[in-house]
Every structure is written in structure tokens, then in C-alpha cells.
């Protein structure tokens, strides 16, 4: 027995998605910004050397690939969801 959202949790659920997709993309643009900063840092510096920018470009890309797979691969499901699931199968277990 799955129970039907109200309009009011329909509008809170789609408000939580916008802001976490708001953020990722937000997320994105201060890392392609600051990125570009760096690149440009190291291309103008004395003598370039070792390319040092591809540490952070890096790291911080892995992180923006998690927050990625968070807001658009797995956060399809919100806990409500999942807790709702969890107590229909407490409620059969116990009836």
C-alpha cells in the first residue's frame, strides 16, 4: 500500500530537488571559474614548470563528480520515500 503525496508534498519535494540541482550547477561554475584562474596563474608564472594545477583541478573534480552522482543519479530518492518503504515492511512483518 503506497500512500499518494498532497499537493503541498508534491511542492516541497520538487523545491528540495531544484535547490540541490541550483547547487550543483553553482558547484560547478565556482570550479570551472576558479580552475580557469589557476590555469591562467601557471601559464603566465616564470618559466610555467610543472603543470602544479592539475592537482587541485583534480582533486576538487572528484568531489564535483560525487556531488554530481548525488543530486542526479542517486538522489532520485528522497529518505521520505525510503522510510516510508521501510514501515510498510515493518507494518506486513507484524500483520
Known amino acids: 500500500m503506497t ?3 498532497s499537493e503541498e508534498q508534491i511542492y516541497e519535494e520538487a ?3 531544484v535547490e540541490e540541482k541550483k547547487g550543483f550547477f553553482i558547484h560547478l561554475t565556482v ?3 576558479v580552475n580557469i584562474m589557476l590555469v591562467l ?3 603566465f608564472a616564470a618559466g610555467r614548470g610543472f603543470p602544479w594545477f592539475i592537482f587541485p583541478l583534480g582533486g576538487w573534480g572528484i568531489g564535483l563528480l560525487f556531488h554530481f552522482l548525488g543530486v542526479f ?3 532520485g530518492k528522497s529518505d521520505r520515500v525510503a522510510i516510508e518503504k521501510e514501515a510498510e515492511r515493518i507494518r506486513k512483518e507484524q500483520g
Open 3 to 5: 500512500t499518494r503525496m
Open 15 to 17: 523545491k528540495k530537488r
Open 31 to 33: 570550479y570551472i571559474v
Open 41 to 43: 596563474i601557471w601559464a
Open 73 to 75: 543519479v542517486f538522489g
